[in-house]
């Protein structure tokens, strides 16, 4: 599948190169290599073929061409990063551990710069979910209300709340060099005039009061159950 | 499934030691590793749970029990060994080129190590049907037979064949380093005085004639079909 999205495979054919000689002319690729990609892509469900011809199934045009919101290149970039190869390479190492066998403590660490690379990994993913969300959690409301949002990472999910609220206002947790990329998109949605960026540590930082909702996403699965409830008992006194 | 196997647990489980905390202590892991690892094998049916205490499932007490004769450690280690890992991260490449991205022509360069390997990593899952094999073949025949083991790789197949038909000769055919391994086991089953060693390339050898049976075992997979039709062509032609 990696291969396939580094080829542009997909896009390929959904502009209309559908046979294996028009596909490897225009991938720049082998017909042997082609046709046995293409074929194992249909086997496992992401093409469909009729006769010497291939198309997208629906999920492949959802997700793997490149003209979809929802195109995940960015989000296989993060699946097969260096750092959770590793990770995976050293399990028998975590198990002794009973942890990462990645140094210090893995992606946990301070800064780590794999976080940049989650949040741009997640956009495509996350895009629809946060305008969900926002709806969800704002019911059309548009009186002020305070969000904080812990690991804000792209920062969709405060930035959707924003959009659909112009009275919300919203503080941003994560590490400086994620909180620049959620910057980046908040200004490009035209609410950076209510966006605040809190740099450091979730577990350290000291986030003030006065919140009205508290988003916590793909968060308490890294840590351990005394940490989560320490820091659910942090975020719970820090609401109205 | 890998690590568990690195870790014995599926023996230290099948010898009594069925908790998290035995476990633990038996193969010298943390408990939170542990059951981490042994929920997920759970999870995917290598194992089954009953309140605390794990067990094996069918598969595992066959496979991934070190004292059963189909544990499959060796297996595990052609199929993640460096040749085929590198191979897969090569990918991309390999669909460009029409062919792998290893050097040369990869594994099926000349005299390539990986084969010893894969001969070793094959008989806990071939002396099964190696046995099963010989039984058909032979239908419990014991006159003559000159039998041609093409890429011979453990020599189980053969040597089954030389097993139950006391009459019957081998020539097995495989690069040097393989059959030394396979030589070796003709001697542990008592017919190497039966067992004719052929070292080189299956392409370009000489095999004389008047062979009754010709084994062309896990081959053919590996070439084109113009290279796969010479090389049954010359085998026909060496047949009684």
């Known amino acids: 599948l990696n291969t396939a999205i580094e080829l542009d495979l997909f896009t390929a054919i959904s502009e209309g190169n559908r046979t294996v000689k028009a596909l490897a002319e225009k991938c720049q690729v082998s017909h042997r290599g082609v046709r046995i990609l293409a074929n194992f892509l249909t086997k496992i469900g992401f093409l469909e073929k009729k006769r010497d011809e291939y198309g997208l199934t629906l999920d492949s045009k959802i997700f793997c061409d490149r003209r979809s919101p929802a195109y995940l290149r960015e989000t296989l970039a993060f699946l097969l990063s260096s750092p959770l190869i590793e990770g995976f390479n050293g399990l028998t190492q975590a198990v002794r551990k009973g942890g990462t066998s ?139």
């Not at 989650?118 to 996350?126: C, T």
């Not at 959690?137 to 999910?157: C, E, N, R, W």
């Not at 740099?199 to 793909?218: E, K």
Request: glycine share 8%.
């Open 102 to 240: 990645l140094e210090q403590e893995g992606t946990v660490t301070d800064d780590h710069p794999e976080w940049v690379t989650f949040a741009r990994a997640m956009i495509p993913l996350m895009a629809g979910p946060a305008k969900w969300i926002s709806q969800y959690v704002t019911q059309g409301k548009k009186s002020p209300m305070k969000v904080l949002d812990i690991a804000a990472g792209h920062g969709l999910f405060g930035i959707e709340i924003a959009k659909a609220n112009p009275s919300a206002k919203i503080v941003a947790v994560d590490w400086p060099n994620v909180l620049a990329l959620a910057e980046g998109n908040a200004k490009t949605a035209g609410v950076f005039d209510r966006y605040e960026s809190m740099r450091g540590n979730a577990f350290q930082l000291d986030f003030g009061m006065g919140y009205d909702l508290v988003l916590l996403t793909n968060f308490l699965h890294h840590f351990d159950p005394e940490t989560c409830e320490n820091l659910l008992r942090k975020l719970y006194a820090s609401l109205n």
